[in-house]
């Protein structure tokens, strides 16, 4: 049986999504499953209530370089090794994602954010198939209409040490992914042999970054799917990504659109849509 381990950096304003989150995951995935939680260290008695047999909460510190350090009086983060630019909270949770990743002994890790509610079952096996993780990939998505997506494209593919080529490029942006630990160590790896660097020093020095598209790049353009993975456009996940919030009736709509496949939804934290009425919402959706 495929392991599987469920991934979600996270801190104090989204505890309660959070929490909620974490509940789905001990009522939908199989026992075997661990759900790790990785909070800033002046997080971790709150983040503490959450723990049992199957979570794990750890100081993201464990995972960061000791030249990452937090700038005194504030909550941002700084690299000793390059200061400028100071690390901002955005590419702090990618390079979490991937140094935890990497650390991970399982085939397969599910990347989950703290406003995304799993609805249905799961197991290793819905992102898993003849012994390769599934790849979020949508041909062609991303060209001039995208810029923020261009950017990240050309960071991953100079990190990686490949041409730029021309749009359009994939799109490996969703809300719910799954990556094989294996094949990001060999990303952090390329990163570093092409860089010169300490991943985390090419990496925390960019101003636009996907962690998801250096994935993808990645599995796609160094490693050469289907060989290292089996591509999929469909993201098992409804996802709401506005930044407006929705209400009872909003978030009703929102919720009669989940398909037959999808395993979550995903109400982006930033739309604002207050607790009670998404709990509300989802209670009905799941009895």
Not at 188 to 202: I, N, Y
């Amino acid at each position: 049986m495929s392991r599987l381990a469920v991934i979600t950096p996270s801190f104090a304003p989204d505890f309660e999504l959070c929490a909620d989150l974490h509940r789905s995951v001990l009522a939908y995935a199989p026992e075997s499953v661990t759900h790790h939680l990785v909070v800033p260290g002046r997080d971790l008695a709150l983040f503490d209530r959450l723990r049992g047999p199957r979570t794990e909460i750890h100081d993201q510190a464990a995972f960061l370089p000791r030249s990452i350090q937090s700038v005194p009086g504030t909550k941002y983060l700084v690299n000793l090794r390059r200061p400028v630019p100071p690390l901002r909270g955005w590419i702090l949770q990618q390079m979490l994602k991937l140094a935890v990743t990497a650390r991970l002994d399982a085939d397969v890790v599910l990347l989950v954010d703290s406003d995304i509610t799993f609805v249905r079952p799961f197991t290793a096996e819905t992102f898993r198939r003849d012994g390769v993780v599934r790849l979020y990939r949508k041909p062609d998505e991303i060209d001039a209409r995208l810029p923020r997506h261009l950017r990240w494209h050309r960071a991953a593919r100079t990190l990686l040490g490949l041409p730029a080529g021309e749009p359009p490029y994939p799109d490996y942006v969703s809300s719910l992914l799954a990556w094989d630990p294996v094949l990001v160590r060999q990303a952090l790896a390329r990163v570093e042999s092409v860089t010169g660097r300490r991943w985390v020093d090419a990496v925390g020095g960019q101003l636009h970054f996907s962690e998801w598209t250096l994935y993808g790049v990645f599995v796609d353009a160094v490693l050469g799917a289907p060989a290292t993975s089996f591509a999929a456009d469909d993201p098992l996940c409804h996802a709401h990504w506005d930044e407006t919030p929705l209400d009872e009736r909003g978030v009703a709509d929102f919720l009669d659109g989940v398909g037959p496949d999808d395993v979550a939804v995903m109400i982006s934290a930033k739309s604002g849509t207050p607790l009670p009425v998404r709990r509300a919402a989802l209670r009905d959706l799941t009895g």
